[in-house]
């Protein structure tokens, strides 16, 4: 199937994303993740796997950052005497000094929510409850439930396509 050129680039971006950016949500620079990071240790002791859940809560899952991200972020901090880890069960639990509250800068979601289109959210939000409908229909629907799914599915995303190929 050969597409017309700006239908080309359109698909190359979202064969990463839904959302552009990488599948995990866009990419964020490291001051982000540091601000990030630092904001909810400024409200309470976390693991570093705590942080990465966080942020992906609070922006709505646009921004997820990778443990390749969050963890040297973390190790930094703590280098610069801004947070303090203590050995938890197998896991470190990390906490801000007081140096560390001090430098505490604006929390990056603001920014990221302030950067996004209302009707990402919204897409964002159907694409969700639609993959929870079909995670039922998996596991608890009728042999002739997931049949009509299929059809079903397989239609919206034949006029899904057509909406993309739209002038």
Request: proline share 7%; aromatic share 6%; net charge positive.
């Amino acid at each position: 199937m050969m597409m017309k050129p700006h239908h080309r680039e359109h698909h190359h971006r979202h064969r990463r994303g839904p959302f552009g950016g990488g599948g995990r949500g866009g990419r964020q620079r490291r001051g982000n993740v540091r601000a990030a990071v630092l904001s909810l240790l400024a409200e309470r002791p976390m693991h570093g796997y705590e942080i990465i859940q966080e942020i992906a809560r609070r922006t709505g899952g646009v921004w997820s950052p990778s443990p390749g991200s969050v963890y040297p972020t973390l190790q930094m901090l703590a280098d610069e005497g801004l947070v303090s880890a203590l050995e938890e069960g197998g896991k470190k639990l990390f906490t801000v000094t007081e140096h560390g509250r001090a430098e505490h800068p604006a929390p990056p979601w603001r920014d990221i929510e302030f950067q996004l289109d209302p009707v990402d959210g919204e897409l964002r939000t159907a694409v969700h409850l639609l993959g929870a409908a079909m995670e039922q229909i998996s596991h608890a629907g009728t042999p002739e439930q997931k049949t009509r799914t299929v059809e079903l599915y397989n239609e919206l995303r034949r006029k899904l396509y057509a909406i993309l190929a739209e002038e």
